[in-house]
């Protein structure tokens, strides 16, 4: 949210600011991280500033807890090594973000070690963590969607001492996985989270996620349900609540916005307002009209500190882009077009920045778990045979061999450097009499 980065603001606005003339070339490499709620699949994407990230971001953070449910489905089925309790899955840009296979190649492979790390060594936002052996994913950007790892996950099986690494360089590699008999079954499960948030006023949100979609419903204290949100493949604004500077409004006013509509829900009176996406973005600067080309991606929800009214905030699919902010008179029930931008680029972010800085639009609460942490990569070590590698089992004639070997090896050193001593004693000595003599 923007206001975590409180005390930053100004300083990231105006280096954004002054950047204006050279944004469409900025390439600064930034990472983010996300584990699954069981702390089961961990991944770490590597991308640029200039990005267009937030449809994949939003899309992974729903189908998180279904990678996390496939994966341990297979291993419970023996179709996986139990011994690779965890799912590792490190997905880089290479040159376009949609890149799959042009530019480098799937790995699928195991790993003795990894770790989840921060990467950015002035503001850690963890300690280490040390996952242990686990299979590893190693992908283009995109390629990180349920439906490709579904088609992976399969063919992790056939990774053994022999074959330690996959390599898939191209589509018809990767129609293998899915022609796999598990794929299929992999897209249309259900897996259902009956409480995916915290308890707010006396609500909470569920979630249900089927074939490809995310269903989030929300329920009373009691466990009934008392409705359910839009059926989306990705929720662009995840349903949120109104803040708790706003008691009035807190665990009342829940927000969200489908691929298509925002709607705002008044639970106290039972009914919602509806607000269309489907925005005309027309610029006259072709690089900016190419930014909102796939219209608004990502939306965020503000409520003004003193008035009854919420702020919709559309973004394009680059973070930071916005050019117009619709306002919801929550007396009144009416729409209005607070701001806008004709230029759309970073001009409008300025005033939108210093009303969340100064407190006067408080930004909601997110109803359901944010799975992102920004500034983090995974390490993992090559894979080395018999290393830490459970499958593989050392006997006890073979222990007590190992132990041999790394007595006898010293010992024959010893002897060697012993003799070789005595040599050169027995050389100097006999040089000595040969003098005597003479």
Known sequence: MLGKHKGYGVFILTVLLLSLPLQTEATVPVSSGYKSPGEVVFIAMHYEDASAIAPIQLKLEQDLFALEHA???LQKEGKLDPDFPRLVIIASKYYRLENRFETAPAELSFTNSATFVSNHPESPQFEPKELGPAYVIRISTGLLNYRDLAAMMPLLGGLNNQAPRIMINSEEGLAAGVRHPDFERLLNFEVKVEEYGAAIGGYSIAALWRAEEMLYSVMDKDGNKVL??????I???RPSWAPALRPEFHGRILAYASEEQVKIHDLAKGHYHALSLDFD????DPTIHDIWRDGVQRVRFAMHATESKLYVLPFAAREFYISV????????????RELASELGDLTLLSEVWTNIE???WIEFVSA???????NVDILAEEWTEGQNFPAVSVNRNQTILLWLSLL???GAMLIYLKLRKNIKLGGRDDEKTSVANH
Request: hydrophobic letters at 45%; charged letters at 25%; glycine letters at 8%.
């Open 71 to 73: 994966f341990k489905t």
């Open 325 to 336: 902010v619709y306002s919801l008179d929550l007396d009144t029930g009416e729409w209005a």
């Open 408 to 410: 006898i090896i010293p």
């Open 281 to 284: 973005f027309t610029f006259a």
């Open 228 to 233: 359910d949100l839009l059926p989306a493949g």
């Open 235 to 237: 929720y662009k604004g």
């Open 368 to 374: 359901v778990p944010d799975r992102k942490i920004m």
């Open 358 to 360: 100064n407190r006067v």
